[in-house]
């Protein structure tokens, strides 16, 4: 079995790697550790961000849904894709490899396929992580820059506290050469960090910082993600 702690590692544990470690002696800045923020499930969300408004009623969702669903009610990847364009279309367009990611962060049965009731929320949570990227973009470049607080700061407003040292090197992964995150890959990196959040948690005694698992267990979680 594997024991994670997310408090036991230092910064010099979890450096990036454009940077070597740091000499002796050299004071480190003490950074937050990653947690899940309890969020208030009002109507208004976070600073008066929609939570629930798609662009379309719940009917319009279920027969884009349904237009594209298997005889069982159920959509894969591909299909999925064809909805998630449609609803957003105009806005940001899905990859067949980002809607995995979506579809892998909704399929509790692990079966590669969601049904409309998976979908549902998914298509919500969506909605409201365009609208914060959009709130949070430079409005010069139009794009999120990993090298101001608006990636920190639209990372809280969806409830995930990401330490500065885990930050850049979202940039690293997500961002361009000049760091920033376009809203596609903004999209990806939080549905990452939202699953392995809320993984972690799963697997960890109530808001304890610590988890024990299993090596199968550890490499499903990081597979099919």
């Not at 719940?58 to 027969?63: C, E, G, S, Y």
Request: proline letters at 4%.
């Amino acid at each position: 079995m594997c024991s994670l702690n997310t408090a036991a590692c230092t910064n010099s544990e979890l450096l990036s790697p454009l940077h070597p470690n740091p000499s002796p002696g050299v004071i480190r800045e003490n950074d937050e550790e990653a947690r899940l923020l309890d969020m208030d499930d009002d109507e208004e969300g976070v600073d008066g961000l929609p939570v629930v408004q798609v662009g379309q009623t719940p009917d319009v969702l279920r027969m884009e849904f349904m237009a594209r669903a298997a005889e069982d009610g159920t959509v894969n990847a591909a299909k999925l894709q064809q909805v998630l364009n449609t609803i957003f279309k105009g806005e940001v367009e899905f990859s067949l490899d980002l809607t995995r990611s979506l579809l892998a962060m909704m399929d509790r049965d692990l079966s590669g396929n969601v049904d409309y009731y998976e979908f549902e929320p998914l298509a919500y949570s969506l909605r409201r992580w365009v609208d914060v990227y959009n709130k949070r973009r430079d409005p010069q470049t139009g794009s999120l820059s990993g090298h101001s607080w608006g990636l920190g700061d639209a990372l809280k407003d969806l409830g995930y506290l990401v330490p500065r040292r885990l930050r850049g090197l979202v940039v690293v992964r997500y961002g361009d050469h000049l760091g920033n995150i376009s809203l596609r890959d903004f999209l990806m990196a939080t549905c990452r960090i939202s699953v392995m959040l809320e993984r972690f948690c799963r697997h960890s005694k109530g808001k304890e910082e610590r988890a024990t698992l299993y090596l199968n267990d550890w490499l499903q979680d990081t597979i099919y993600c």
